[in-house]
């Protein structure tokens, strides 16, 4: 996927990103622009949403191999559940690092 560099305003290949501990518990994902070296945070994770995350990626190969209709839809809807609890946990990680 290319992307736009907010500080060199050029155009890349997104890379896979990287991540580095800010606590014990908190780890921060971010991207590095090569061709200018600007840092982009992407999200902060912890256990509790690294664990949501992976439980997400099991639904969607799952729904990647179900025809069934029904399940398709009870997959979705996991998955869906997943990302809000994940958005509010992320949330969670911003205020006990801000505050």
């Known amino acids: 996927m290319k992307v736009k560099c907010?500080?060199?305003?050029?155009r890349y290949e997104l890379e896979k990103p990287k991540e580095r501990n800010i606590t014990d518990e908190i780890i921060e994902v971010y991207f590095i622009c090569p061709l200018c070296d600007h840092e982009v945070h992407s999200f902060y994770k912890n256990k509790k949403a690294m664990r949501l995350m992976n439980k997400n990626g099991e639904y969607q190969k799952e729904l990647k191999n179900t025809e069934d209709d029904?399940?398709?839809?009870l997959l979705?809807?996991?998955?869906?559940g997943n990302k809000f609890?994940?958005?509010k946990e992320q949330e969670v990680i911003e205020e006990q690092l801000n505050g």
């Open 6 to 10: 907010e500080k060199c305003k050029k």
């Open 70 to 73: 029904n399940r398709r839809n």
């Open 85 to 87: 609890l994940i958005e």
């Open 76 to 80: 979705l809807g996991k998955i869906r």
